[in-house]
């Protein structure tokens, strides 16, 4: 169990950051203990190393700007993570990431990569008019529905009219709720590859412009 002294203070991630930023680095936490990890219309003059971290609470990064990647490989976010609006200047890599809550990247610009490869998420999963200028990676990620005193977050992905210009791939993707791309334009390929998904599948009004792979897909329909 870590003690209280062992959680980094607001004060000390300020002080990490505006330290990297003067030595033109990336911010490293890797390994550490967060709190939370909170900022609105916030500039970042640098990426941000998360690698291994626990964040105990939330990840809040709205109309917030990163000049560089966010690595939160293998970290483990103990609740939410919404970065609405947010810009990211270079890769957002979520590969084995844990959040027991949602991930809400509604209208976030991403300047490279999304790579959620085996992350797990528990409640939904959104990329409603999100830009993502290279890839989108979800191959063996978990969207799990999450279960709250009375309430039921269902597991779905929500993609509507995002705008992927590479490719999407989600190859043994479990998704216990829906997927939906409705209106989404994906500019080279995309893959669902014996991916399992609870609900539909929907696709309609979608524009994928490279070649689709639906072989050995489960859902409970397709709706086009």
Known sequence: MSSEKDILSRFDVENE???????????????????SL????????VGINLRNAVVRHVISLEETIINGSLNLAGAVVQESFYAGSATIGGDLILV???ISGVLNLI???????????????????????SQIKDNVILRKAKISDAYHVGLIVK???????????GNF??????IEGSLDMMNAYVANSVTLKSAQIGGSLITKNANFKGEVDFSGLKSKDIIE
């Open 96 to 98: 084995d990431a844990k």
């Open 17 to 35: 950051i505006r330290m990297a930023e003067l030595q033109g680095r990336e911010a490293d936490f890797e390994g550490k203990i967060i709190s």
């Open 169 to 174: 791939e989600a190859q043994e993707a479990y």
């Open 155 to 165: 597991g779905d992905i929500y993609m509507r009219d995002a705008m992927i210009t």
């Open 107 to 129: 209208s976030t610009t991403i300047k490279g990569s999304l790579n959620g490869e085996r992350m797990s998420i528990s409640g939904f999963l959104s990329l409603t008019r």
């Open 38 to 45: 909170i900022f609105k219309k916030r500039t970042i003059g």
